[in-house]
């Protein structure tokens, strides 16, 4: 595998105007979103979900990649077309979630550390052959007492560096994903702190594994309060917080950073992407690669019902147009109220 072809990859997926649809629920987590709107988990219906998503009209003009479970890989639209390949007809990159998942860390209450590296090699070299042209591994970090602890983060840096280093002997671009959690009543300071440590931890992983920087997406938290904490920073300043962190530990190499949404709002994740775009030109390209704050209007107009099909594209689409708009912090409150 040629270091062009990562670094090509890498740029296409952080390509201007577009993000990431993460679209790899496992079926657990699937299963609960399906509960939320009361639609009932089987195979079918969770093909027929993605079908709507990947069929949406236009939708190719703010996607970039969409990264699917293994289950998803597998399956077809109506029309017989395997998803990956259906996705890559439109230009869209087809992506894939690897780690099987977080387990709690034994010696280290209320931590997790994510399992998955043994056989993950063969499991690359099937997946590639599926169609898949990058991979995602999630990492999660809590905030609560005396948590996150220097084991906890470095064990979960050390697997996030094994597995992108065994992307990239693939030829899959690595989406390292450590996700310092919104969980809790934190203040944006401790958030801050956290997602530093954290982040100088993978890198410094990262370097030691030998992982070409170049030919990797980083996908972090933004900085910001936790959850439940009565002092709700605002916009701006969870902007500022976000790009200082990253500016001291994300290296320029790195083609693109794609955020996660966490838990925030649709329009708030919108909000904060924007804003961190229109402060300026970044040494990387600042995207997104959003499950909830891209899908959630969208389960809820859709609700398993054939005949909400267009309602709920409609809604997808203008999600989707409205991150690709904060990809240049063009993004407005207007823009809801237009299509509201
Ligand atoms: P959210 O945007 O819902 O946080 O999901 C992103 C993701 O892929 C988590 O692994």
């Known amino acids: 595998m040629s270091r062009n072809e990562l670094e090509s990859t890498a740029q296409a997926m952080v390509q201007a105007g577009k993000g990431l649809l993460a679209a790899d629920e496992s079926s657990g987590t699937i299963k ?4 939320g709107v009361n639609v009932e988990c089987t195979e079918e219906n969770r093909r027929a979900y993605r079908e709507l998503l990947f069929t949406t009209p236009g939708i ?7 990264i699917l479970y293994d289950e998803t890989l597998r399956q077809k639209a109506r029309d017989g077309s395997p998803f990956p390949q259906l996705l890559a007809k439109k230009g869209i990159l087809p992506g894939i ?29 099937e997946y590639r052959e599926l169609g898949a042209r990058f991979a995602k591994w999630r990492a999660v970090i809590a905030i609560d007492d005396g948590i996150p602890t220097g084991a906890c983060i470095d064990a979960n840096a050390h697997a996030l560096a094994r597995y992108a280093a065994l992307c990239q002997e693939t030829g ?20 801050e702190e956290a997602t530093s ?3 100088a931890s993978v890198f410094s992983a990262l370097r030691e594994q030998r992982v070409a920087l170049k030919g990797m997406i980083l996908k972090p938290n933004m900085v910001i309060s936790g959850k439940s ?4 920073a605002g ?7 976000t790009v200082r962190t990253l500016l001291r530990h994300v290296p320029a190499a790195v083609p693109g950073i794609a955020f996660l949404s966490g838990g925030q709002s649709p329009e708030l994740a919108s909000a904060h992407l924007s804003a961190m775009n229109a402060m300026g030109k970044h040494p990387w390209e600042l995207s997104f690669s959003y499950s909830r704050a891209l899908q959630d209007p969208v389960l809820k107009a859709w609700r398993g019902q054939a005949s909400n099909l267009a309602a709920a594209q409609k809604l997808f689409h203008h999600r989707a147009r ?4 904060a990809r240049s912090g063009k993004y407005t409150r207007e823009m809801e109220a237009a299509a509201a």
């Not at 899959?172 to 958030?191: A, K, N, Q, S």
């Not at 409205?322 to 708009?325: E, K, R, T, V």
């Open 32 to 35: 609960k979103r399906f509960d």
């Open 60 to 66: 190719e003009q703010f996607i970039s990649g969409v």
């Open 97 to 125: 979630k690897v780690d099987k998942g977080a387990v709690e860390m034994p010696g280290f209450p209320g931590e997790k550390v994510t399992e998955g590296l043994d056989g993950l090699r063969g499991r690359l070299v």
């Open 172 to 191: 899959l671009v690595p989406i390292v994903e450590p996700e310092v959690l919104m969980d809790g009543d934190h203040t944006i300071e401790r958030c």
């Open 197 to 199: 440590s954290t982040l």
């Open 229 to 232: 904490c009565p002092q709700q």
């Open 235 to 241: 916009v701006g300043e969870v902007a500022e917080a």
């Open 322 to 325: 409205c991150n690709s708009a």
